[in-house]
């Protein structure tokens, strides 16, 4: 049973235009969400996170948004660039172990 | 340099043999994590540690073992009876009661 879902395998952009990652979850009692940047053979970077007290979480760049009603998240990266290229894993977490349960990732292309 | 490594970056196991992979960490962080990331699918948990000489089972700790006598380390032995062991195993830790969880480099394991 996945709990955490990317949906499109891939997703590709031109360079400056925005790029709309997303991701559902079942479980309702994830409090705490995340997302992830991973390269080839390297270790996931953390981009940004977000409570479920929130809807909405910037830095920079990277906008993730929350709807808790949809149990749906979704990241935005605007304006993309080629060296965003790369595969985005969403992860939840419920409690207080810091258990991430992890989304298949969504390989994003941005072309310049 | 504070981090996380992760040694060797690339492991052979011959059949019937148990491996250890390395995980050390200098930042004082309390938790360490290990998981597994298989071909076009997400990372999932094996083991976790949230203080040192306690740890516990993720979702796929059959076939695995761990320690955790120091709070910089926490090794992953890959014991003979897990049958699928070729993956790319990534160790994370997180502090305190925060949620953002930060990864190593990662091992890659393969079956000879």
């Known amino acids: 049973d996945q709990q955490v879902k990317q949906n499109s395998p891939s997703l590709s952009v031109q360079e400056g235009r925005i790029s709309i990652l997303n991701c559902d979850y079942t479980?309702?009692?994830?409090?705490?969400f995340l997302w992830y940047k991973k390269y080839p053979a390297e270790g996931p970077t953390f981009l940004i996170s977000i409570s479920s007290i929130k809807d909405k979480n910037e830095d920079g760049r990277f906008t993730v948004f929350l709807n808790k009603s949809a149990k749906h998240l979704s990241l935005h990266i605007v304006p993309s660039q080629p060296g965003d290229s790369a595969v985005y894993f969403c992860a939840a977490s419920s409690g207080n172990t810091g258990k991430l349960i992890f989304g298949q990732g969504t390989t994003l292309q941005v072309k310049p | 340099d504070g981090g996380i490594t992760q040694s060797p970056k690339y492991l052979f196991r011959k059949e019937g043999q148990n491996v250890t992979l390395s995980c050390e960490q200098n930042l004082n962080h309390d938790a360490m994590y290990w998981y597994r990331q298989d071909p076009g699918q997400g990372l999932r948990l094996i083991y976790y540690?949230?203080?040192?000489?306690?740890?516990q089972k993720g979702d796929i700790a059959e076939g695995y073992s761990v320690s955790r006598e120091k709070k910089e380390s926490f090794p992953l032995t890959v014991t003979s009876a897990q049958k699928n062991p070729t993956a790319f195993y990534l160790c994370?830790?997180?502090?305190?009661?925060?949620?953002?969880?930060?990864f190593g480099p990662g091992t890659r394991l393969l079956v000879l």
């Open positions: 540690s949230q203080i040192v000489n306690d740890f």
């Open positions: 994370a830790t997180r502090q305190g009661a925060r949620e953002t969880q930060y």
């Open positions: 479980n309702s009692m994830f409090d705490y």
